[in-house]
């Protein structure tokens, strides 16, 4: 069965400074892999995804996140944060039994000081 | 182009009654699936329906949810007998079916409160 652990639930950066987003994954198989945004009162919205093609994904809003499979982990970056860029993320894996099926993680909250 | 949407935005019941949840898919997604988002967590799934196959219904926490999805679009989640516990963000998303790694598209949502 596959997993995701998103390992902080709170991240603080100041505006200008890189900004990590840590997530493990458990899988049987070659998973796919997401990270969406929530804005407060807004709906989800898909950063970026990895579905085998390259490692080093490129998302939306200067985000990437590297899949690595020696350690399971597929962390969220972005070299300088901006405050537009608080918000919960999500870390996602697809069900590979079921390639339909999303399994989120439990959420990081990432706030962003001036 | 019109997203998914969802109605009501927000929805405040007494214990006991029973509410109806409206998701309006992406004209065209075959995929729809109900999630609940409770403070502090994760999204838990609920449900999913594609196309005219069965619904997986593995998600549902109790008898009392059940989901319709008519003519292939609308969906219509219903809960019989409102308990606290059943207080969330209720979130719908849809989908086009591919092979490998589908971006589900969400809507905004319902926050449902239960006194």
């Known amino acids: 069965a596959q997993s995701v652990t998103q390992l902080d639930s709170h991240v603080s950066v100041s505006e200008g400074t890189p900004v990590l987003l840590r997530c493990n994954y458990s899988s049987s198989y070659s998973p796919s892999l997401f990270w969406y945004v929530q804005h407060p009162n807004k709906g989800l919205q898909l950063l970026l995804k990895?579905?085998?093609?390259?490692?080093l994904v490129k998302g939306i809003n200067g985000f990437e996140a590297e899949f690595k499979k020696s350690e399971t982990s597929f962390h969220l970056t972005k070299p300088s944060a901006h405050m537009s860029d608080a918000a919960e993320y999500f870390c996602?894996?697809?069900?590979?039994?079921?390639?339909?099926?999303?399994?989120f993680g439990t959420g990081t909250r990432l706030q962003v000081f001036p | 182009g019109a997203g998914v949407s969802q109605s009501p935005s927000n929805k405040v019941t007494e214990k006991g009654k029973d509410v109806e949840l409206r998701c309006d898919p992406i004209s065209g997604h075959t995929a729809l699936y109900w999630y609940r988002q409770s403070l502090g967590q994760g999204l838990e799934f609920l449900i999913y329906f594609q196309g005219n196959s069965a619904p997986d219904k593995s998600g549902l926490p109790s008898d009392r949810f059940s989901a319709e999805r008519t003519g292939g679009s609308v969906s219509t989640l219903t809960i019989q007998r409102t308990q606290q516990e059943d207080s969330a963000v209720y979130l719908c998303a849809s989908s086009t079916r591919l092979a490998w790694g589908n971006e589900q598209f969400f809507g905004p949502g319902t926050r449902l409160t239960v006194l």
């Open positions: 996602v894996v697809g069900d590979s039994s079921n390639t339909d099926k999303l399994i």
């Open positions: 990895y579905t085998s093609a390259a490692t």
